[in-house]
């Protein structure tokens, strides 16, 4: 039996944030280490305005303590209609919480979502936007492509590993750029160094492990002297932790 006492929780449920139950419904594997569940949510969606990047918590057991722990996931294809919506999950070796928790979720399988506020707006007038991260963001990578201005040019940048990469859907097409993992996230800074943007119109967004958010987020402020208005970063995992 999971006994759910964990200080975040603690803080959240003083922040009035709410926990909502989940089921599961739908295992889908995209690809051999790329897993999409669908789950059902009565009542949670009704009250959401879609936008991008929009995320939950997903409180799963602790792979080291009696205890749950949280990791954030954007929230994929809702359906308000039917309650249900998709979480995505890189099935990575060491293995997390959460991906053990997507390993082994099937039909009928039961947890709790939260859900904070965050939502990203973008200027009408960006001319450039940087979209980097590990596979861990393309979720949330998509949901920007989907809401982007008009003029905005967008330059994706993923780091990954695998040979059989994601493919990227949506009709706007696009260019990505896969570099292979560094510890340090250079692979990524390299490539939007060599995009040569200037800062008028600029705008980067980077998520996924902690040390390459980062980097991304030191060369957006010391490199390319964006404000804080013209970037956003968020680590969605810490190496060798089991939450993020």
Known sequence: ??????WQRGVLRAMRVKNHPIEVVEVTDLT????????HAPGFLGALEPYPTMWVRLWVPSLKRDMLVQRGYT???PDPASGTFCLDFVLHEPEGAAARWARNAAVGTAAEVAYTPQRLVLDPSLSAIVLAGDATAVP???SVLAALPDGAEPHVIIQDDHPDRLRLGGARPRSVTWVDTHPDGRGVVDAIAALGLGRSGTYVWAAGERRLVKAVREHARADLGLPREQ?????????GKDAG
């Open 1 to 6: 039996m999971i006994v759910a006492a964990n």
């Open 32 to 39: 051999p280490w790329y897993r999409r569940v669908r789950v």
């Open 75 to 77: 929230i994929v294809d």
């Open 140 to 142: 949330a990578i998509e």
């Open 231 to 239: 970037q956003h970063t968020q680590y969605y995992w810490i190496t």
